[in-house]
């Protein structure tokens, strides 16, 4: 029923899955904070919102615009109204993501070494070695404890039934953990005493974890191993996350120029001379980590430190080359993956994808491209994308036409509608669009995924694109304890 | 310690001080062209915190209006409170995971302040004290937030190195313009007020007067800011605190660097404690001030080259 004054302009779509409401009645899982948020006058959810901006603002959680010289403090949008998941769900989650991981940590020591998965014929080669992320300067290098992925941040989305798909696996320098944690504290602030009220799982263990497991990877069997964070700098949009993770662990956040590798060693410049450097969490690409093996115009890395890794006296966290396997043609077969490593049957779903490189399914998209969505292979952060429902004839003529030059840099998906979730909207509550990325972690003790994930949200209405590059926000996620 | 790490919390730390300090002088020199417009001039603040040739300064120097948003706010002066504030917090956001988060946040507070639009027109139009008083009560903030939440490591002992050298290099400066501008003929300013906001400019009047009977003397007032030790604004003050703060980094490590810097600390601080107010008159105050101000200077690049030299 619509009752108050905040939920009469909710009007879901009869095609999306919403998270709030069922048949016009509010699920159990949102029914104590919708009933809390409708005391509350729009006057004070007004001033709400207002804190929630200005917390943003002075704690520094922002990212820098720079236009005609002068550089422009902006927030990551931030609805206050959390979206809520519940225990079941996320144990559905959690062990879809658990198993997906442990095929595809299998899959990148077996294409980096053996190649059983191309031997049997369950994998094209050509769909490996046209990778452009994969990287013979991995081949037979046993990374420490076989593990590849020790942090990924894999985006799911719900269909109209309600069930979770996956979207995307992000296996090499997933962002927007620090995100996950701010959102929590601001929630904290805005809605006092809400939190334990609901029994929200806590999603503070993140940092301790992650530090447990970059500690571990130490080559040197020390006491006390240098664990550092390297950052492309001050001016990567991402500069907040990377120093506030420095921060709640207690690690050195570097830049390339503060490291140097002697006889194979990286060592950082300190006020005290040089010290050497055990386990390396970078947040610098593949692609600009050594200049002497990959770009060699690259200024973010560290000269020689591929060498220093293969030697074994470093660990690099994530690992190397992981990008052939959160490739958007490689993601077809993760379901095969699953079933040939570990003889399970997927618990997540993924979207169905057509090769673009494949004759038959390209001219299949191209007779359906109006309910298809095309990517690029090797893009991420919604660049380089088609949404066939928006765009004019024109363009689609011309994206064809790019497509068949270069066939294997793209994939199709059918539209997915994802679901909806209520967004606090000039005095009332609408339905946005939402996705869900929870972070999982990989140690040597196993995989662990903290209870929450970052919620990212279309604002625009209708929208169904959730970057922060287009346009997106995100939301406090709750993982309910009961 | 990174020694872009090192480098960075010094130069956050300069800046800081410099502000602060810009910030006490500005207000006073308002303050002080209140009471007399025609014998006020702005000349030799400009040519303390700025750039501007004399040229420059003279054409703006009766305009107390102008000069202060030049001072203040003006983007095209890279010495301005904003441009100031604006590389403190550039240093400060860099080194977040080596100053505590209040730290953080009150740079960044204070940095999106002097970014707001009524403070041009509190300058235009309104008092200006009020306005420089919010601001210098956010280097107070800063000040105190820094004493309260910081351990006493390293970063703190970089911190202070920045601080004190540059509130000693300033201090001599205040000194060396005032006094130069009377030629060596000190009792010329019988006019009591040049002394009274001279020593306001540095927060010293409460304790001269204390300290003093009698008015105001060249002799007294080059005492008490150059070689009073317990006066916070002193040469003498700024000294013992290098040495102190600069103590705390010895280290096994790096025993030539630190002895290195540890010699020029210690013969500028001997210089200082083995002077008085006679020898220095003898000697020429300016030639003693402009050494001082080499002196830390070259302090300063010692520091670079042995701790933060990083490319």
Redesign the interface.
Known sequence: MHTSELLQQYYVDSNTWDEMYRNDSVREQYRSVVDFLQQLSIDELNKKEDLAKRLF????ITFTVYSSG?GV?KIFPFDIIPRIITAAEWDHIEKGIKQRLKALNLFLKDVYHNQFILKDGVMPVDMVYSCPHYLRVMHNFPVPHDIYVHISGIDLIRNSDGSFYILEDNLRTPSGVSYMLENREITKRIFPDLIPANHVRSVTEYPTILHKNLVSLSPRQIANPTVVLLTP??YNSA?FEH??L??LMG?????G??LVVDNHKVF??????LQQVDVIYRRVDDEFLDPLIFNSNSLLGVSGIMNAYRKGNVAIVNAVGNGVADDKAVYSYVPAMIRYYLNEEPILKNVPTYQLANKEKREYVFSNITNMVVKKTNESGGYGMLMGNSTSEKEIEEYKAEILKAPRQFIAQPIISLSSSPCYMNGALAPRRVDLRPYALCGPDGIEIVPGGLTRVALREGSLVVNSSQGGGSKDTWVLAV | MLSRVADSLYWMSRYMERCDGMLRMLKINYAASQDDMDEFSWVPALKLFSYMDDQEAAAISKNSRDVLLYMVIAKENSNSVLNIVTKARENGRSVQDHITKEMWQCLNDFYHMMREENISDWLKKDDPITILDSLLKQCTVYFGTMDVTMARGESHAFINLGKFLERGVQTADILDVKFSALDGEYDKAADTTYWKYLLLSISGLELYLKTYRGGFEAANIVEQSVLNGNFPRSIMYSVKNLRQYFERLRSDKNYTSFNEVMFMIGKLESKIKFSTTQTIVKEGLSKFLQETKTDFLEIGNALNKNYFAYS
């Open positions: 603002m002075s704690q520094g002068e403090e700098g001050l500069y120093t506030t420095a921060r690690v050195e956040l570097v830049e120029r503060d950082m410049k300190t006020t005290t001379g």
